[in-house]
């Protein structure tokens, strides 16, 4: 049996807070990811930074149950970053404010080196990295989320050095949607995936294609985290030489699980006086 692979998760955190339900939850995609890829079988580490407040503690106590390395998490003072979730009725998410904290850092000598040997390292679009790309990208796979911020010169400039480019596209017409997979193909990136939510996903690999079915209806509580959670399962499945077709099928799956909770990965506590005021119902 092969040994797990090695993921890190780098950059961006948050507390995500539900005024409604008054709890808050870890949340971020770099963060995310990271916890995901461990559940799925990856020997997972984090590296970012939060401050010493209730909401810091509440992150570093759920990367430690999931059992994601820590010794990269560091600790600055101010507060950390937070995100007021509203939630429709189908449990689709919208970001009603957010606070970056103290979530934004440099990368160090040291961190840059404690990521070399690993089988990949994901960063996405809003951890503030990308000037460390290179230095990352030399050493290891490159997984690097687009989300929806990918405009033609920023997927053309990092593209060419990812393993694997993630891109959310959930909102494009077929046009545009197929002018992404061209682009982000076009761009070098070895694998390209477009999510599209209840649409299901695309997988792209020097010309080949695979599309994956969204999974069977769940009835969703939350989307929050569903894209992070079928990128950590794809990932892993491509370092672990899965078929496309299998790995696709796994992560619909365990993006509707996510849908079936509050937060991307659970873990939450309450809502305290040091979280950042909430707007007023209504």
């Known amino acids: 049996m092969n040994p797990p692979v090695r993921i890190a998760g780098v950059g961006d955190n948050v507390v995500d807070c539900y005024a409604d ?8 995609n770099t963060l ?15 590296f970012g930074q939060v401050a010493r407040d209730p909401a810091g503690e509440t992150i570093a106590r ?11 998490l560091r ?3 101010g507060r950390t970053a937070h995100c007021i979730i509203e939630l429709d009725e ?50 290891t796979r490159l997984s690097y989320d ?18 694997l480019a993630i891109h959310s596209g959930g909102d494009l017409d077929e046009d545009e949607f197929e002018q992404l997979v061209q682009r982000s193909e076009a761009s070098g990136a070895e694998w390209s995936l477009i999510t599209r939510g209840t649409r299901g996903a695309v997988l792209a690999h020097r010309g080949h294609r695979w599309v994956g079915q969204a999974a069977a209806s769940v009835d ?46 659970g873990h939450g506590t309450q809502l305290t006086l040091d979280t950042p005021a909430l707007p007023e119902a209504g």
Not at 21 to 28: D, Q, Y
Not at 32 to 46: D, I, K, Q
Not at 146 to 163: D, K, M, Q, W
């Open 21 to 28: 339900a008054g709890l808050m939850f870890p949340g971020g």
């Open 32 to 46: 995310n990811v990271a916890v995901h890829a461990a559940r799925h079988g990856a020997n997972s580490a984090y």
């Open 62 to 72: 759920a990367l430690r149950a999931e059992g994601v390395d820590v010794s990269g």
């Open 75 to 77: 600790f600055a003072p």
């Open 90 to 139: 189908h449990g689709d998410r919208t970001f009603a404010s957010f606070d970056l904290g103290v979530s934004r850092f440099d990368l160090t000598d040291q961190d840059v080196a404690a990521l070399r040997g690993l089988d990949a390292v994901h960063i996405g679009a809003t951890s503030g990295l990308d000037s460390a790309l290179p230095s990352i990208a030399a050493t």
């Open 146 to 163: 687009f989300s929806t911020y990918g405009t033609p010169e920023h997927i053309a400039a990092v593209g060419a050095r990812c393993y």
């Open 220 to 265: 969703a509580v939350d989307t929050l985290g569903a894209g992070d959670t079928f990128a950590a399962r794809v990932l892993v499945g491509l370092l672990n030489d899965e078929r496309p077709d299998y790995l696709l099928s796994e992560a619909a799956h365990a993006a509707a699980q996510t849908c079936s909770h509050l937060g991307a990965f």
